[in-house]
């Protein structure tokens, strides 16, 4: 609690907040890679692009990898909309390599 306060004392205009519906979609995202874990991806056969649904997020295994698809309620969690295209550069604040 001191330590809160102390750096709130010192408020910079950055807080960071999450909400319960972000617990349960880090959750879903957890739950979602562990099980992508036991399987293999699945094969786009037109292109040969192999990719998992992670928490309502397609991510293709490309370098970097890439959203492919989205779906519209997974949006809210994002401070700006993803797209197909869109690429994954960090996960839990490290670079993805």
Known sequence: ???I?????????SLGFVANKGLRFQATVRAAAAEAL?????LDPGSGITSDWIG?????????PA????QPEVQEFF???LSPGDTLET???????
């Open 67 to 70: 959203v492919r698809a989205v």
């Open 38 to 42: 036991l399987r293999p991806p699945q």
């Open 5 to 13: 306060l102390g750096r709130l004392s010192h408020y910079d205009g």
């Open 56 to 64: 309502g997020i397609q991510i293709a295994w490309t370098d970097p």
């Open 79 to 81: 401070g700006s909309p």
């Open 91 to 97: 996960v839990g604040g490290q670079a993805v390599a």
């Open 1 to 3: 609690r001191d330590d």
